[in-house]
């Protein structure tokens, strides 16, 4: 072997070979063909061959296939391009920061009631982790990166392990308005279509006749923003979406609710903000104000995150050199 080649061996003893592998060892081909190196798989271990710099960059990728494959979570070549795409160093976060680089450990894979869930992205390891070390996580990122489904998920998991005694889910109908009164329906049928992507986390988490049992019994709580005022939520895991439409006063309202031993998820999308255009976003308020405190984790997502259509990641960013063309003209 050259010397400017190395080789190195990525244990893999316990892994579902026919899932790291995939079909026609097609996992393995599109590693080797992303890193340009050489990656077959021998006895217990998944042997990268190559340039040293190659080699580095996918060892972190082979470690977390491997991982995934332990836990038979299933993946493909996208989900690869995806992992390839977040580790290099390249990720910054808004502060202008370096986003350290997530780990593969066991504490970010989240068991579902049918499923195993897991992050798919150097991101959304991130993510995960912030969910599982701090009280409060106000996630940050365009849509398709999983910021709501993975608090949903984590919510779900710590109702299961009996750390919390509820869940609630809140939404700004910011839409809605003063129009309520002009849809049809009851006032929870006029306010469901706007937490409808919040019915959709829960039924691809859990089965729907647990869904609607937890709904029936309060459980589990779906309800506008609006709701949230004057209320203590203790012993529940909160989470609000799409905060970018929370106004100021809503989202120190929100903050202001959280009694003992509750977790609290932020997600938002700042390129996404339907409030008037003399109103400010509660989201882009706690960005600038509650940065550094303890306890409080702020973490961003970008396309690289994207586990929608492979497509969603080329539209979002031909939306942000769109917006950064029209910023210089």
């Known amino acids: 072997m050259d010397s400017t080649n190395v080789e190195h061996r990525v244990a893999a003893e316990g892994a579902d070979y026919l899932l790291l592998a995939g079909v026609n060892d097609a996992n393995l081909q599109e590693l080797a063909r992303l890193a340009g190196i050489r990656v077959i798989l021998r006895g217990d271990h998944l042997i990268l061959s190559g340039a040293v710099e190659a080699v580095e960059r996918a060892t972190p990728v082979a470690e977390r296939l491997v991982n995934l494959s332990r836990v038979g979570q299933p993946f493909d070549v996208e989900d690869i391009r995806r992992q390839w795409g977040g580790v290099g160093g390249a990720r910054r976060n808004a502060r202008g920061n370096g986003m350290p680089e997530a780990t593969a450990e066991p504490q970010v894979l989240l068991a579902g009631l049918k499923k195993l869930i897991a992050a798919k992205s150097t991101g959304q390891t991130a993510y995960l982790e912030a969910l599982a070390k701090h009280d409060i996580v106000i996630a940050i990122g365009p849509a398709g990166t999983g910021k709501t489904y993975l608090a949903v998920a984590a919510a779900v998991d710590a109702l299961r392990k009996n750390r919390v005694k509820r869940i609630v889910l809140a939404r700004p109908a910011v839409e809605a308005g003063e129009n309520l009164g002009f849809l049809p329906g009851d006032l929870q049928e006029k306010v469901d ?13 859990m089965p729907a006749d647990w869904v609607r049992r937890a709904i029936e019994s309060r459980t589990i ?8 005022r004057g209320r203590t939520l203790s012993d529940a895991f909160v989470i609000l979406d799409e905060a970018q439409n929370a106004t100021e006063a809503q989202m120190k309202m929100f903050l202001t609710r959280i009694g003992l031993n509750s977790r609290v998820v932020i997600t938002g999308d700042k390129t996404q903000i339907d409030l008037p255009k003399h109103v400010n976003s509660g989201l882009l308020q706690v960005e600038r104000i509650l940065a550094g405190i303890e306890g409080i984790a702020m973490v961003y997502l970008d396309e690289l995150d994207v586990v929608r259509h492979r497509l969603v990641k080329d539209i979002i960013q031909a939306y942000a050199a769109d917006e950064a063309r029209a910023e210089e003209a």
């Open 221 to 228: 709580e779906i309800a506008p923003l609006a709701y949230m």
């Open 193 to 205: 279509p706007y937490l409808r992507p919040l019915y959709d986390a829960l039924d691809d988490v």
